[in-house]
């Protein structure tokens, strides 16, 4: 039986690794979507730097999360105080082990606790499918940006709850 999965708020010190597993995850986990071309890569990680994540990581209008396995960093997530998903990345070697299922559950709920009924998310093509499992739904027609192509995504809580 494998260990759970933890997850706990990020810290600066976390900045770092976050940006590797982002990084990780979009080069190898989402091949599919950019196809291998390095623009395409270099344009989707250019807003993933460390400094970038520590900007966030200090904001708190932002809440980013940690998925650790035996206390190793196996995910990231970030959602806005506006509700809105910003990513949720994974090691590709913990794809479909429950560690993104736990980020997002984590980053619902701190929206729920705000108060938020909606919460939108864009996706690419690899994650559609992850995320219509959680109750996401298409919001709005697929677009291309930058090559990538993206669904915009949305899930409601009900309001009685």
Sequence with gaps: MEAPICIRPAVLADAGIISRITERSIRVGCAFDHR?????????????????ISGWLA????????????????????????????FCY??????????????????????????VLHINLVSTRTGEAFYRRLGYRESAPPITHKGLQTLAMRKSFDSSA
């Excluded at 291998?36 to 970038?52: G, K, M, T, Y």
């Excluded at 998925?67 to 809105?84: E, Y």
């Design 90 to 115: 994974v090691q590709p070697e913990w794809f479909r082990r429950g560690a993104g299922r736990a980020l997002m559950e984590d980053l619902q709920g701190w929206l729920r606790i705000r108060g």
């Design 36 to 52: 291998n071309d390095p623009q395409r890569v270099e344009d989707w990680l250019a807003q993933l730097s460390a400094e970038n």
């Design 59 to 86: 904001d708190p209008h932002f809440y980013v999360n940690v998925a650790l396995l035996r206390d190793k960093p196996v995910g990231v997530g970030m959602a806005t105080t506006t509700g809105d998903i910003a």
